[in-house]
Every structure is written in C-alpha cells, then in structure tokens.
C-alpha cells in the first residue's frame, strides 16, 4: 500500500510540474492520471498563472479541459479574474463559449455591467438578444434601454 501511495504521489507530483512549466497549463495524456486529475491540474495551473496570462491563453486553457464544467469554471476565471480585464470583445467571446445557459447568462450580465459606461445601445442589444433565457433577455433589454450611461 506504501509502495503504491509513494508512485500515486510521484505521478501526480509529475504531472502537475508538467503543467507548472508548460506556458498554457497543459498536461499530458501520457501522464497517466484520469480525466477529473489531469483537469484539476489545469484548473489549479491556471489559478496560479491568471496574473500572468491573456483572455486568449486563458481560453485555451478552457478548451482543453475534458469535462465541462471544468471547462466552464476555467471560463470563469478568464471573465472574472485576470490580471487584465477582458474586453468587450474578449467579453463577447467568452460569452459564446459558455456551455450553460446559466453560466452563459451571468457572463453576459456581467458584460454588460462592466462594460455600462463603453458599450453601444446596438451592442447591448446584440447581448440581451443572446440571452439563453427569455426572462433574463427580457430584462437585459430593458436594462440596454434604461440605464446605459
């Protein structure tokens, strides 16, 4: 049992120094570990490099997680917490890429708020039509008529 905890910790101790050095949190397939481990390598890459990486990078990252709320959490981050904001259009993009319409929905809420004082009418338009929920469209469109500054 000893013998067989000291490989798992070696493995996984490699392959999470494969996804340190790699610039883009990437892990190999040939590291051995499951999906769910080599997805939270990736996810735990990304958390200590989202000061250092672009909107792109980030995305990327994302896309190659295998399980899609992995893949959806990772897209969080890219929205939420770099060390630069996205841009509108970065914002747009990770919106598209959203694989839930709940999560899709919130990133973009959260685009039109912090991109209030910037963003066009038509463009905000363009988000409240893209909402997965009638409700939440609905409402995004009276937001775009009453309180763009």
């Not at 959260?110 to 409700?135: D, G, W």
């Amino acid at each position: 049992m000893l013998k067989f905890l000291l490989a798992a910790a070696v493995m996984i101790g490699f392959g999470l120094s494969q996804a340190q050095a790699s610039g883009l949190c990437q892990v190999s397939k040939t590291a051995k570990l499951a999906m769910d481990q080599r997805d939270d390598l990736r996810l735990r890459c990304l958390k200590q490099k989202k000061q250092q990486i672009s909107v792109a990078q980030c995305l990327n990252i994302a896309a190659n997680m295998e399980y899609s709320t992995n893949a959806e959490d990772a897209r969080l981050i890219c929205l939420y917490d770099l060390r630069t904001r996205p841009t509108l259009k970065e914002c747009h993009t990770i919106t598209k890429a959203m694989e839930f319409p709940d999560s899709g929905d919130e990133a973009r809420w959260e685009c039109l708020r912090h991109f209030n004082k910037t963003i066009s009418k038509k463009q905000c338009n363009k988000l409240a039509q893209s909402m997965s929920y009638p409700a939440n469209g609905q409402r995004a469109l009276q937001y775009c008529d009453q309180e763009l500054q």
